[in-house]
């Protein structure tokens, strides 16, 4: 197992669209110059090729664009291709020329650099879309970008990774909303069908009042190794981008945003504050940042909890899935790696043999029907903003990461003022930059230490 290899390669026997690409290398340099030019905002008609511009393409912004593909209600091309890292972007292209044909129209429009996401965007009109796939900590600043040039916004989760990037979405969302730019983000299984009718069906009273939600995400992801010598440190934390807070916001909150967000959606509310412990196993030889255990609490405005069990060490018990406590009886909300299994039982016990009702295997992939829905929006001119409420999902795993990492209990309100920044030079980065964080004497990150750590 490659020491750079992010937590999804290391677990190549799931089958999901972040596994569609897997490659490693050192970084790439240079880029080539377009000139940047304003467009107004406009729908594409259902004639008009939706040009795709992808801004990261690893094995997540490489899947999406076969998403993109599979569910287009009209024709849609990929135009232009971003990355900071040459040899990622030349796969990315090979597999997806292989697999799509002309429908991948890049020639010349291929870009590498730390500024190379200006250039795939201006090569879009109004009505494409900007794919940003890349890593949370360029996010904000990249959908600024697009916003300020009319383009329609596709973008990964995690969206920021401290609560200064958090509100730059928000405002970013905002303006595109003034100039009718469509955003869609990351959060899939806001678009199950399944999920969608379980949330339908407890508000007409079928599981009663909602005591509690818990979700668990315990899966093996194997620790960093040592950096090679021949690779520079600043792109060594950007290409292992899980392992480091100030890249992706750190593992927590870059993989369990979706539980997270899930039971916001079944809350129908943002939390008050969260709690939580984590810390990890004595012989540990991770030299990254992460915990390999979280459990955070979060509390609602009314009250009741929603809870995340988190667990990345090997050889243990695996859980991944969401489930609902009502008065009446509890339901399944979410199966592993995302599934639309969503089930109510007779009671409270969570068995195969307890269940009262079950949705049916769903046709669309939750990322099929996230890109369905965002194509339909684009084509017939449907409001289309999620902007705002991925950002503030983004929030509440911020505040369950720092209870955690603290040892304090986090409110909202402490994160929606917090000025903290884990990069507050992001803006600026080029490959001469010193990353933000350096590794000691042996090797290691700085890794959180409750009661000392401080990121809000």
């Given at each position: 197992m490659s020491a750079s290899a992010t937590p999804r390669e290391e677990k190549s026997r799931q089958s999901t669209?972040?596994?569609?690409?897997?490659?490693?290398?050192?970084?790439?340099?240079?880029?080539?110059?377009?000139?940047?030019?304003?467009?107004?905002?406009?729908?594409?008609?259902?004639?008009?090729?939706?040009?795709?511009?992808?801004?990261?393409?690893?094995?997540?912004?490489?899947?999406?664009?076969?998403?993109?593909?599979?569910?287009?209600?009209?024709?849609?091309?990929?135009?232009?291709?971003?990355?900071?890292?040459e040899n990622r972007l030349a796969s990315s292209r090979k597999v997806l020329s292989e697999m799509f044909g002309k429908q991948v129209n890049v020639e010349g429009r291929c870009f590498i650099g730390f500024d190379a996401y200006k250039h795939a965007i201006d090569c879009?009109?109004?009505?494409?879309?900007?794919?940003?796939?890349?890593?949370?900590?360029?996010?904000?600043?990249?959908?600024?970008?697009?916003?300020?040039?009319?383009?329609?916004?596709?973008?990964?989760?995690?969206?920021?990774?401290?609560?200064?990037?958090?509100?730059?979405?928000?405002?970013?969302?905002?303006k595109a909303q003034e100039k009718n730019v469509k955003i869609a983000a990351g959060l899939q299984c806001r678009h199950s069908v399944n999920r969608h009718e379980l949330i339908r069906r407890i508000k007409d009273g079928e599981l009663g009042d909602i005591i509690s939600v818990r979700a668990y995400r315990m899966e093996a992801v194997g620790p960093l190794g040592p950096k090679p010598a021949d690779v520079p440190e600043l792109f060594w934390q950007i290409r292992n981008f899980f392992r480091f807070f100030w890249v992706s916001g750190g593992l927590f909150s870059e993989m369990d945003i979706h539980q997270i967000d899930e039971i916001c959606w079944i809350k129908e509310s943002w939390p008050v504050r969260a709690h939580g412990v984590g810390g990890r196993a004595v012989n540990s030889t991770d030299r990254s940042q992460n915990l390999d255990s979280y459990f955070a609490e979060?509390?609602?405005?009314?009250?009741?909890?929603?809870?995340?069990?988190?667990?990345?060490?090997?050889?243990?018990?695996?859980?991944f899935a969401t489930y609902i406590h009502g008065s009446k009886r509890a339901a399944q909300f979410?199966?592993?790696?995302?599934?639309?299994?969503?089930?109510?039982?007779?009671?409270?016990?969570?068995?195969?043999?307890?269940?009262?009702?079950?949705?049916?295997?769903?046709?669309?992939?939750?990322?099929?029907?996230?890109?369905?829905?965002?194509?339909?929006?684009?084509?017939?001119?449907?409001?289309?903003?999620?902007?705002?409420?991925?950002?503030?999902?983004?929030?509440?795993?911020?505040?369950?990461?720092?209870?955690?990492?603290?040892?304090?209990?986090?409110?909202?309100?402490?994160?929606?003022?917090?000025?903290?920044?884990?990069?507050?030079?992001?803006?600026?980065?080029?490959?001469?930059?010193?990353?933000?964080?350096?590794?000691?004497?042996?090797?290691?990150?700085?890794?959180?230490?409750?009661?000392?750590?401080?990121?809000?």
């Open positions: 669209r972040r596994h569609f690409l897997m490659t490693s290398g050192a970084a790439g340099a240079g880029a080539l110059a377009l000139m940047a030019r304003a467009v107004p905002a406009v729908h594409a008609s259902e004639s008009h090729t939706i040009r795709l511009a992808l801004i990261g393409c690893g094995g997540r912004g490489s899947g999406a664009v076969k998403d993109a593909f599979s569910v287009a209600n009209g024709p849609v091309e990929l135009y232009a291709m971003a990355d900071l890292f879009l009109r109004p009505g494409d879309v900007a794919m940003l796939t890349g890593y949370a900590a360029f996010r904000p600043t990249q959908l600024e970008y697009a916003v300020s040039k009319g383009v329609n916004v596709f973008m990964e989760k995690s969206f920021a990774c401290d609560p200064v990037g958090v509100r730059r979405v928000i405002a970013a969302g905002k979060w509390t609602f405005p009314d009250g009741t909890q929603g809870i995340d069990v988190v667990r990345y060490v090997p050889n243990c018990y695996n859980h979410s199966g592993p790696v995302h599934a639309g299994i969503v089930r109510i039982f007779k009671d409270q016990r969570i068995d195969e043999d307890n269940i009262l009702w079950e949705a049916p295997k769903e046709k669309l992939t939750p990322w099929q029907a996230e890109w369905a829905d965002f194509f339909d929006s684009i084509r017939n001119d449907k409001p289309h903003n999620e902007a705002e409420r991925a950002a503030l999902a983004n929030l509440a795993a911020i505040i369950g990461r720092a209870a955690v990492h603290s040892g304090q209990v986090v409110t909202w309100e402490e994160a929606m003022a917090s000025q903290f920044q884990f990069c507050p030079n992001i803006d600026q980065m080029t490959a001469e930059t010193p990353p933000p964080i350096q590794p000691d004497e042996r090797g290691f990150y700085p890794v959180p230490v409750p009661g000392q750590w401080k990121e809000i």
